[in-house]
């Protein structure tokens, strides 16, 4: 299931990097991308969601944490 969510945001959103870690259902993701520059934190997970709705949407997964950021937003 990791390599379904990882593909379903690599489909549709660029990144500098991702991490999606979890089992049984529940899965953390982090993203570090441009895309969410100037974004609220609603926004980005909104962000996020879209490309992984349909794995929501049919119970593969149930439960998502997601930490998105703005390459700015994260320390070296």
């Known amino acids: 299931m990791i390599e379904q969510i990882r593909s379903s945001i690599e489909a549709e959103l660029e990144f500098v990097e991702l991490d999606v870690q979890g089992e049984g259902g529940r899965y ?3 993203i570090v991308s441009e895309l969410f520059a100037g974004m609220n934190r609603v926004k980005k997970q909104q962000a996020v969601y879209r490309p992984i709705k349909p794995l929501l949407a049919d ?5 998502i944490t997601i930490k998105a950021f703005a390459p700015s937003e994260v320390q070296d």
């Open 59 to 63: 119970g593969s997964v149930h439960a």
């Open 28 to 30: 953390e993701i982090y």
